[in-house]
Nanobody, 115 residues
């Protein structure tokens, strides 16, 4: 079954950092762009960062976040620094735009920023 598995979330204090990982069960080499999304309670899911197949970062919601990927591991990362309470959300990865390439969305990884 084709899938995406996100990990690396947790509870962190404001100002802290986290590195999220997204492992894909199939190659991401031919995908135009991969991205990280987040959904906070009561809000729509939003794109927070995107990276092209060539490795260029073509979108990031804030300079505190950096997206990268390891093609050999079919894994996409999101480094989040100087975290704020408003970054609290469930974080997901998927193609950009989101589509059926990996089937359904993964389970996501919860990020909670709180003192």
């Amino acid at each position: 079954q084709v899938q995406l598995v996100e990990s690396g979330g947790g509870l962190v204090q404001p100002g802290g950092s986290l590195r999220l990982s997204c492992a894909a069960s199939r190659s991401i080499l031919g995908i135009n762009a991969m991205g990280w999304y987040r959904q906070a309670p009561g809000k729509e899911r939003e794109l927070v960062a995107a990276i092209t197949s060539g490795g260029s970062i073509n979108y990031v919601v804030t300079g505190r976040f950096t997206i990268s990927r390891d093609l050999a591991k079919n894994t996409v990362y999101l480094q989040m620094n100087s975290l704020k309470p408003e970054d609290t959300a469930v974080y997901y990865c998927n193609t950009v735009p989101a589509g059926p390439y990996f089937g359904s969305w993964g389970q996501g990884t919860q990020v909670t920023v709180s003192s």
